[in-house]
């Protein structure tokens, strides 16, 4: 069954929906990956990750997603010149999406989204259990059953989902980037090398501070 999933920032100031949410429409997997554990840190939102520096994310397509409050403190940041746009709310640090260029139809949006939601439901009730693990590598510890080699079906259907999305448009509309000139619809702020190379030893897989 779908369903739709609000969606809301910790202090509530911005709020949205995910339109037609079940576990077939979405991919689900937790990522142990350094930058993942990176951007927490840079947030100051460390209480996000696992005990073995996982995010819990839902790939979900582009145009399931829209904010109906609070567009104007909507504002991402890479951590590198080339790197994944991780979309957030700057009124309290919450991770609202990570995307790549619309070519490539998804956002990632972190558990925490749902979960502050007025209407919130349990993320397994709605989007069923994580299908796999992802970057085991730089898990903090012993990485998690199945995370270091992914399954090939885990890739599959993620595969399968974004090609999906792809062929029928689910780009359009996007809550982050303009259709008519693919840029970005708010600020970005690109981390300088310096900055990047100071979140590097809070992370795994041997966090200076764990």
Not at 54 to 71: H, L
Not at 82 to 107: D, E, I, Q
Not at 132 to 140: H, L, N, R, V, W
Request: proline share 10%; aromatic share 8%.
């Amino acid at each position: 069954m779908s369903r739709d999933v609000e969606l809301q920032c910790r202090c509530g100031k911005v709020h949205g929906w995910l339109r037609g949410a079940s576990p077939d429409a979405v991919n689900r997997a937790v990522c142990y990956c350094d930058d993942c554990q990176a951007f927490a840190h840079h947030l100051g939102r460390a209480d996000l990750l696992d005990e073995h520096g996982g995010t819990d994310i839902v790939q979900v397509a582009p145009s399931a997603v829209s904010f109906d409050r609070g567009s104007e403190l909507v504002v991402a940041a890479r951590l590198t010149p080339k790197g994944l746009y991780r979309w957030y709310a700057s009124c309290c640090k919450t991770p609202l999406g990570n995307t790549l260029t619309p070519r490539l139809p998804f956002v990632g949006i972190v558990t925490e989204l749902f979960q502050q939601a007025p209407s919130a439901l349990p993320c397994d009730e709605v989007f069923g259990a994580p299908r796999g693990a992802i970057m085991g590598k730089f898990a903090i510890g012993e990485p998690p059953p199945g995370s270091v080699r992914p399954s090939v079906r885990f890739l599959a259907h993620a595969a399968r989902k974004l090609l999906g999305w792809t062929l029928r448009g689910k780009a359009w509309p996007h809550p982050f980037f303009d259709r008519a000139t693919r840029d970005p619809k708010y600020p970005i702020t690109v981390l300088s090398a310096a900055e990047r190379e100071a979140l590097r030893p809070l992370c795994g897989p041997r966090p200076a501070r764990a």
